[in-house]
C-alpha cells in the first residue's frame, strides 16, 4: 500500500471500556503499523486484558405477558425481580466465553442492563436485586 495524503484515516480509540454504551461492548483491537519508505501496513491484534462488557435493554413488559391479570402484587414483584436476576446472571455467564486467559484480564464482567417499564405496576426495588446479584 503506499501512501499518499489524505489517502487512509485510521480513528484511534481507546483500548478500555470507558463509556458503558453500546459501542464499547465489542471486541476491542490494536494495530501496529509497519512503516517502509513510502509504503506502510496496519496489523490488527485483538486485545486480551479488556473487561467483557455486556450492554443489553430490557422491557418489563415482556416479563408480565406470562403473568395472569390477577396476580397478587407481591407474586408480581417477585416474577418481575426474578425475570431481570436471570436476565443478569446469563449476561454473566455469557461473560466466561470472553475471557481470554491472560492474567491481568478482569474476571467480573461490566453489566449495564437497563430496565424499561410502562406502567407503574410494572416495578420493584432495584435495590433488593443488587444485593441478591452481587
Do not use: W
Request: aromatic fraction near 8%; hydrophobic fraction near 40%.
Amino acid at each position: 500500500m503506499v501512501f499518499t495524503p489524505f489517502t487512509n484515516l485510521n480513528h484511534l480509540g481507546s483500548p478500555v471500556a470507558t463509556s458503558l454504551c453500546p459501542g464499547e461492548a465489542v471486541e476491542k483491537f490494536c494495530g501496529i503499523l509497519s512503516v517502509y519508505k513510502q509504503t506502510f501496513k496496519l496489523e490488527k491484534r485483538k486485545l486480551r486484558t479488556v473487561r467483557p462488557l455486556f450492554f443489553q435493554d430490557i422491557m418489563l413488559k415482556d416479563a408480565m405477558a406470562g403473568l395472569p391479570r390477577s396476580v397478587r402484587e407481591h407474586d408480581r414483584v417477585k416474577a418481575l425481580e426474578t425475570y431481570v436476576e436471570t436476565r443478569v446472571k446469563s449476561l454473566i455467564q455469557d461473560s466466561v466465553d470472553l475471557l481470554t486467559g491472560h492474567e491481568k484480564q478482569p474476571t467480573e464482567p461490566l453489566i449495564r442492563l437497563r430496565v424499561f417499564h410502562d406502567k407503574a405496576d410494572e416495578t420493584f426495588n432495584p435495590i433488593r436485586l443488587v444485593s441478591i446479584i452481587t
